[in-house]
């Protein structure tokens, strides 16, 4: 077997793809708090940074993950999706920012749920 599958359907590789890029933002967030920090929010900057940074690293593994076929993956990825939905709802005053939370969101779940996707996970 290949180290990824050559016949992944076209909504993982979507799926992972976007998966992928929401890890690299989280990573490139917690660079940007550590670059960040003051004496005065030395914990919570830390706090946040490495949160940040283990979340982000945790997705670009899914990503892998799902590329790979790994069943395992998708709770990880489903439930950030849910939260990304989520927080676009709370940045609904900022439209650019909530729409391409959203719209991330919906297009990773619609890949994560199709039955094709589905299939393969779980073989």
């Avoid at 990304?84 to 939370?101: F, K, S, T, Y």
């Amino acid at each position: 077997m290949p180290l990824i599958p050559d016949d992944n359907p076209p909504p993982l590789t979507v799926a992972a793809s976007l998966v992928v890029l929401q890890g690299v933002a989280l990573l490139v967030l917690g660079a940007l708090e550590l670059a960040d920090l003051t004496e005065g929010r030395l914990s919570m900057g830390v706090s946040t940074a490495v949160f940040f940074v283990v979340y982000g690293g945790l997705l670009t593994v899914c990503a892998w993950g799902l590329t790979r076929r790994q069943g395992w993956t998708r709770g990880p990825v489903l439930i950030t999706q849910l939260i990304q939905l989520g927080i676009a709802w709370n940045l609904r005053d900022d439209p650019v920012a909530a729409l391409c939370l959203a719209g991330t969101a919906a297009v990773v779940l619609a890949g994560m749920l199709h039955p094709a996707t589905i299939k393969v996970l779980q073989e």
